[in-house]
């Protein structure tokens, strides 16, 4: 009797080990050699998972469009880079400092949000902070022709690093943090269009500078 169930045991054993090395094959099998839509797709977001990505821009000053491009950016990658950009040729509203606060105010409660200033090529900055993507909003097809230019030149300086875009939410495809400061400027309410603590940063740099000027860009 005692044999008959040390029999039954080893066979059951044997039993499992044989479909857990049938199913392995196949598993493997399926990896390496079916080319599927869905296999590729789970392999592409397996890997989006594990990659980081620099959004850069003027921010000049952050708005819901923007916010709405990060938040996309965090359902696909894992880390995103808010990169500020220092532009000597543009004249912004608030300086680096003022815009990078702005935006770690934001996104205080996102651990995997950085936000820092940069200078000099973006693929240097991208490359320095470990990051292989780009990411970018477009808003209409105004947009596309410079995003185009810049992704072909970026591409061109470091093949290894990627643009990828995004569209936001209609309800901010017609935002621009130049239109922001204007409607601003004129007191014009900007409610749901940029975070309440950037009004208020708005508010207050007008009224501290009362003859400033906006520059375009
Ligand atoms: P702007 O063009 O408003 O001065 P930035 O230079 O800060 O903005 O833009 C940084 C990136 O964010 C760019 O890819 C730009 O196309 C994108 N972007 C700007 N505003 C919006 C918006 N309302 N919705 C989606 N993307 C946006």
């Known amino acids: 009797m005692k044999m008959l169930s040390t ?38 977001l397996f890997f989006c998972a594990q990659m ?11 708005t819901n469009g923007h916010v709405d491009i990060i938040h996309r950016g965090l359902k696909i990658f894992q880390r995103i880079v ?30 995997n949000v950085e936000v820092r200033s940069f200078h000099g090529l973006l693929v240097d900055f991208a490359r320095s902070n470990q990051a292989n993507v780009i990411m970018r909003g477009l808003r209409a097809i105004s947009d596309f022709e410079y995003e185009f230019q810049m992704a072909l030149m970026n591409r061109k300086l470091d093949p290894e690093i990627e643009t990828f875009f995004m569209t936001p939410s209609v309800d ?13 400027l004129l007191g014009g309410c900007l409610k749901g269009l940029i975070p ?22």
């Open 82 to 111: 808010v990169a500020v950009l220092e532009n000597p040729k543009k004249q912004p509203l608030f300086t680096t400092k003022e815009r990078v606060d702005m935006i770690q105010t934001v996104f205080s409660q996102k651990t």
């Open 7 to 44: 029999k039954l045991t080893r066979c059951n054993a044997a039993v499992l080990i044989a479909c857990s090395a049938v199913l392995l094959f196949h598993l493997t099998k399926e990896y390496q050699f079916d080319n599927t839509l869905i296999n590729r797709s789970y392999a592409l």
């Open 196 to 217: 309440e603590s950037i009004e208020k940063r708005l508010r207050q740099k007008f009224e501290q500078n009362p003859n400033i000027t906006l520059y375009k860009g």
């Open 172 to 184: 901010y495809s017609f935002l621009s943090s130049n239109l922001v400061k204007e409607v601003s």
């Open 52 to 62: 980081k990505a620099v959004y850069p821009g003027s921010f000049d000053p952050i």
